[in-house]
């Protein structure tokens, strides 16, 4: 079957520190593999997204890269600010899209 | 990009009574909605998929009596949660499909007293 494995947090970090969270996909094929970020009491939004192999998602200063041989899509930012707080969630698309249980990140001054 | 509205962001009720929550694509169709319940600190739980002119595909588990979906148009979808108790508390998030992508609403947050 299809799913999504995250790493657990709560992650917690000062500011301008390395930011990495994995995700690993098992998927019947292949599939579109996303990253949402959900900020306190809203609900997701779309970070970046890849739709195929070696691919690179971009924005606000995060990154992910589609990686077919490890079935990865870990999440990378160089520098967290205190306004990165939030829950991040790993998604892959097929006909319906199947999310990670989510790693809530924290970033003090 | 695209923009899912969902209304209202919070409320609060009594047991007993039924609660709609509205979710409407703004700036594209859906012809596929999808909702979700969202405990405290967990993932998100899908519920039902939600197609226009035609029933609700629900998930197992979820109690399609008591959580009665309706997809009118291409741009609105509502989740009714009927007679609601205390234990269906939570946060409840729309999205809606378009170019591939799923856009989210707000979520509502639904409090039963």
């Known amino acids: 079957g299809n799913s999504v494995t995250q790493m657990e947090g709560p992650v917690t970090l000062s500011e301008e520190a390395f930011l990495t969270i994995n995700c690993t996909y098992t998927?019947?094929?292949?599939?579109?593999l996303f990253w949402y970020v959900q900020y306190p009491g809203e609900g997701l939004q779309l970070l970046l997204k890849a739709t195929k192999a070696d691919d690179k998602g971009s924005n606000k200063g995060f990154e992910a890269t589609y990686r077919k041989e490890t079935t990865s899509f870990h999440l990378e930012k160089g520098s967290v600010q205190v306004s990165d707080s939030a829950v991040y969630f790993c998604?892959?698309?097929?006909?319906?899209?199947?999310f990670g249980t989510g790693t809530s990140l924290t970033v003090i001054p | 990009g695209a923009v899912v509205s969902q209304h209202p962001s919070r409320v609060i009720c009594k047991s007993g009574t039924s609660v709609k929550i509205e979710c409407r694509s703004l700036?594209?169709?859906?012809?596929?909605m999808f909702w979700y319940r969202q405990f405290p600190k967990q993932s998100l739980m899908l519920m039902a998929t939600?197609?226009?002119?035609?029933?609700?595909?629900?998930e197992q588990g979820v109690e399609k009596d008591k959580f009665l979906i309706n997809h009118a148009s291409l741009t609105l979808s509502t989740l009714t949660v009927t007679s609601a108790h205390p234990e269906d508390s939570s946060f409840y998030i729309c999205s809606g499909r378009g170019g591939g992508e799923l856009f989210f609403g707000e979520g509502s947050r639904l409090t039963v007293l």
């Open positions: 700036d594209f169709q859906a012809t596929t």
């Open positions: 998927a019947t094929g292949y599939p579109s």
């Open positions: 939600s197609n226009e002119g035609s029933k609700a595909t629900y």
């Open positions: 998604a892959l698309s097929f006909d319906q899209f199947y």
